[in-house]
């Protein structure tokens, strides 16, 4: 099973920026990664994904501010977030689908943004 380790959550404060790093030990499988989000009291939602030929989804409340991109060389996955607001403080999870349909998580990296 893939291995996933997120990092780069904090404290950011509203209209400022932040760069969530995805770690995948091996991408030979990988059919698409992507990042989601869970605040409390709410179900995990999709923020963004890429599949392995490059086709990326946003969903439409970070399209515009938030870009997902890899590192290929270094098995990196990144969500850069711009522009943010209270509304996106959350646990960032990492999540990735193999070629054979099992998905990997990882433990998540929480995001605060004060007002």
């Known amino acids: 099973q893939v291995q996933l380790v997120e990092s780069g959550g904090g404290l950011v404060q509203a209209g400022g920026s932040r760069t969530l790093l995805c770690e995948i030990s091996?991408?030979?499988?990988?059919?698409?990664m992507g990042w989601y989000r869970q605040s409390p009291g709410k179900q995990r939602e999709l923020v963004a994904s890429m599949t392995r030929d490059g086709d990326i989804i946003y969903d439409d409340f970070v399209k515009g501010r938030f870009t997902i991109f890899e590192e290929k060389e270094e098995n990196n996955l990144y969500l850069r977030m711009n522009k943010v607001t209270p509304e996106d403080t959350a646990v960032y999870y990492c999540?990735?689908?193999?070629?054979?349909?099992?998905?990997?998580w990882g433990q998540g990296t929480q995001v605060t943004v004060s007002s």
């Open positions: 091996s991408r030979a499988l990988v059919n698409v």
């Open positions: 999540n990735v689908k193999s070629t054979l349909g099992i998905e990997s």
